[in-house]
């Protein structure tokens, strides 16, 4: 049985980032690179079920990503995901979440898992778009926004937990396979260890080219949902700064909440 | 004529307020998209919602019946695609809420009609629909646009649009009955959040909330003891909870407490993730403490202080003694 972890490379900006020359996204010199946190809690729970499950349960971790996406595979790996997908195509430059919905589901037909878990979100841009439309081409039942989950295979299903507004949650029960959504505090990410490190450095990261998905670069290409016609940095409101040295910050600080404070009092 | 469509969003029989603000978003571009303002009600119990939706402006009420009163993703997806082939919206609008974002983007890729989530703003520049969301961590924004597609489905970040107040009535209320769809997931029930153990968050005018700047387990205790000799009350953002280093019940924002009566938010090391911000974002005074002066939680601070967290509450213990 496998279990199919969607994951994505997310980009945070440096303190001093630029725009692209064309306007219409950062320029990536400017970034670091990180697993999306959302897809680490994914992944573990996906680990636990291979742990609580016995052996003959397979954890795969795919990326829709160029080569700097390897990274976050091997971090996959290392943590214990058993092998690595990367999917690829020179189509995919500046696409958007719902050409990566396609590329995904195409590798989940491929690798036919018996459960498909991902991040609710990215942390860059938080669209939470992914998994849910990719369970809908694919025509499997999904939740979204699960913070506790208890899978049998045997049964072909699973219960569920999903978090609401204000604390609320839902328990459901779903049949399998399924794609859910993953949220943060689901449980305690693993770090990799030292000999995480030196054995996922001998897992396999598979990069089969379109044609071996079934897929092409016309059909991605015009799955597009959205068009960026420009990225730009918002005049944000500024508040007043507290400026000085740490000390004479803390001093403001304190006279201004005695101030308001008192005022109240 | 074309139509925008609103899905109102409601649970346990209770209309949720962001609807309202759907309805502002869809009055705000009616004229230019030379369009009627449908609003689609879907599930058990429609009929006692429709007083709330009888808004000025708002053309048609459809009310759509399905098998199944509790939120079932599926099934709202299917009358999703059902109204949008019955009415051909050009706009569709949807709460970004925990259940708008588990149908939204299945109706979205099923159809293949345009799509974009959590947006904060619209316009139209001629046919064009142009919307504006946020991109890396509240850092940049976005416009998109939709070539080629007839219909877009956008879902709304709450708190971007007032809620529509102005009552109407008179619109059409029409029922439209959608092809049952297979459902493979089952409600089972809700699990309500556990009581206030200790302390009631949202009952508290002054709070100090640490975020994961705070960097150690141990620094909420200091801030604790801190926030104790300044008259406060300790809250967090969710990583804290997530770690495990304070309750659930101290959390502020979507899925913990909203900061209802306070007046005074001293955030310690958060950066402002939209979600946070929906529980304090209201709050009269906002004081920002955060080492990244680009950090989000500053658009909605009052007073903001470029600092090293821990340095800065070594200080403040100083000063109160
Ligand atoms: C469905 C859903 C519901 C959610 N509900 C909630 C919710 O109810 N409440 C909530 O808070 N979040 C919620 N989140 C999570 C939210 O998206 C963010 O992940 C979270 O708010 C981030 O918390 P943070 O600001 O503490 O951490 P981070 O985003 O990691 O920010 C830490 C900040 O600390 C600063 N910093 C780091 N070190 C220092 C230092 N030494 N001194 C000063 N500053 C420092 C950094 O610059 C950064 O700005 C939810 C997410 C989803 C998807």
Same mark, same amino acid.
């Given at each position: 049985?496998?279990?199919?972890?969607?994951?994505?490379?997310?980009?945070?900006?440096?303190?001093?980032?630029?725009?692209?020359?064309? *306007?219409?996204?950062?320029?990536?010199?400017?970034?670091?690179?990180?697993?999306?946190?959302?897809?680490?809690?994914?992944?573990?729970?996906?680990?636990?079920?291979?742990?609580?499950?016995?052996?003959?349960?397979?954890?795969?971790?795919?990326?829709?990503?160029?080569?700097?996406?390897?990274?976050?595979?091997?971090?996959?790996?290392?943590? *214990?995901?058993?092998?690595?997908?990367?999917?690829?195509?020179?189509?995919?430059?500046?696409?958007? *979440?719902?050409?990566?919905?396609?590329?995904?589901?195409?590798?989940?037909?491929?690798?036919?898992?018996?459960?498909?878990?991902?991040?609710?979100?990215?942390?860059?841009?938080?669209?939470?778009?992914?998994?849910?439309?990719?369970?809908?081409?694919?025509?499997?039942p999904w939740a979204a926004v699960v913070r506790a989950l208890e899978f049998s295979a045997d049964a072909g299903e699973a219960i569920a937990r999903r978090e609401?507004?204000?604390?609320?949650?839902?328990?459901?029960?779903?049949?399998?396979?399924?794609?859910?959504?993953?949220?943060?505090?689901?449980?305690?990410?693993?770090?990799?260890?030292?000999? *995480?490190?030196?054995?996922?450095?001998?897992?396999?990261?598979?990069?089969?080219?379109?044609?071996?998905?079934?897929?092409?670069?016309?059909?991605?290409?015009?799955?597009?949902a959205s068009r960026v016609r420009r990225?730009?940095?918002?005049?944000?409101?500024?508040?007043?700064?507290?400026?000085?040295?740490?000390?004479?910050?803390?001093?403001?600080?304190?006279?201004?909440?005695?101030?308001?404070?008192?005022?109240?009092? | 004529m074309s139509a925008i469509l609103v899905i109102a969003e409601h649970r346990r029989g209770v209309l949720r307020p962001v609807t309202l603000e759907l309805v502002t978003a869809a009055l705000a571009v009616r004229e230019e998209l030379r369009a009627r303002v449908?609003?689609?009600?879907?599930?058990?119990?429609?009929?006692?919602?429709t007083p709330a939706l009888s808004l000025e402006g708002v053309d048609e009420l459809l009310l759509v019946p399905t098998p199944i009163d509790a939120f079932q993703p599926e099934?709202?997806?299917?009358?999703?695609?059902?109204?949008?082939?019955?009415? /051909?919206? /050009?706009?569709?609008?949807?709460?970004?809420?925990?259940?708008?974002?588990?149908y939204a983007p299945a109706i979205a890729a099923t159809g293949g009609h345009g799509y974009a989530s959590d947006v904060s703003a619209l316009r139209c520049e001629g046919a064009d629909i142009v919307a504006t969301r946020s991109a890396y961590r509240e850092k940049a924004r976005v416009e998109l646009d939709f070539p080629g597609r007839q219909t877009v489905v956008i879902t709304v970040r709450p708190g971007s649009f007032l809620p529509a107040t102005r009552a109407g009535g008179g619109m059409p209320v029409t029922t439209l009955a959608v092809p049952g769809v297979p459902l493979n997931s089952e409600h089972c029930g809700f699990i309500e959040p556990e009581p206030e153990a200790d302390v009631d968050v949202s009952a508290a005018e002054f709070l100090v909330a640490v975020g994961r700047g705070i960097g150690e387990q141990a620094m909420t205790g200091e801030v604790a003891q801190l926030a104790g000799r300044?008259?406060? !009350?300790?809250?967090?953002?969710?990583?804290?909870?997530?770690?495990?280093?304070?309750?659930?019940?101290?959390?502020?924002?979507?899925?913990?407490? !909203?900061?209802?009566?306070? /007046?005074?938010?001293?955030?310690?090391g958060i950066s402002?993730?939209?979600?946070?911000?929906?529980?304090?974002?209201?709050?009269? !005074?906002?004081?920002?403490?955060? /080492?990244?002066?680009?950090?989000?939680?500053?658009?909605?601070?009052?007073f903001g202080l470029v600092a090293d967290v821990a340095e800065l509450v070594a200080e403040l213990r100083a000063l109160f003694p």
């Open positions: 049985m496998r279990i199919l972890v969607g994951v994505k490379q997310v980009l945070n900006l440096d303190e001093e980032f630029e725009m692209r020359g064309d *306007g219409l996204d950062v320029d990536q010199d400017y970034c670091d690179r990180a697993l999306n946190e959302w897809d680490d809690y994914a992944l573990e729970e996906a680990l636990r079920i291979r742990e609580r499950g016995g052996g003959d349960i397979e954890v795969v971790a795919a990326t829709v990503g160029g080569e700097e996406a390897t990274a976050e595979l091997r971090k996959c790996l290392a943590k *214990g995901a058993d092998r690595g997908v990367r999917v690829w195509d020179d189509c995919l430059r500046d696409c958007d *979440g719902m050409m990566v919905a396609h590329v995904l589901a195409a590798i989940v037909r491929r690798e036919d898992p018996a459960l498909v878990l991902t991040g609710v979100q990215g942390a860059d841009h938080g669209q939470a778009q992914t998994g849910v439309a990719v369970a809908a081409l694919l025509g499997w609401l507004e204000g604390g609320l949650e839902e328990c459901i029960r779903i049949r399998c396979p399924a794609v859910l959504t993953i949220q943060v505090g689901i449980n305690t990410p693993r770090y990799a260890s030292l000999r *995480g490190v030196t054995q996922a450095a001998g897992r396999p990261v598979d990069t089969p080219a379109f044609e071996r998905l079934g897929i092409d670069a016309a059909a991605i290409a015009s799955a597009r990225m730009y940095v918002p005049q944000k409101p500024r508040p007043r700064m507290i400026e000085g040295s740490v000390r004479e910050q803390a001093a403001e600080l304190a006279a201004l909440i005695r101030d308001i404070r008192g005022d109240r009092r | 449908e609003i689609a009600i879907i599930g058990g119990g429609a009929d006692a919602l099934c709202h997806a299917a009358a999703g695609e059902a109204l949008i082939a019955a009415r /051909r919206p /050009r706009l569709v609008l949807i709460p970004h809420s925990v259940d708008g974002i588990s300044m008259g406060a !009350t300790l809250a967090c953002s969710r990583p804290i909870v997530d770690a495990g280093w304070l309750p659930k019940s101290r959390q502020i924002g979507q899925s913990g407490r !909203t900061a209802t009566n306070c /007046r005074l938010y001293l955030a310690l402002g993730a939209v979600q946070h911000l929906a529980g304090m974002k209201h709050v009269e !005074t906002v004081i920002a403490v955060n /080492r990244d002066p680009d950090a989000a939680i500053f658009s909605v601070a009052r």
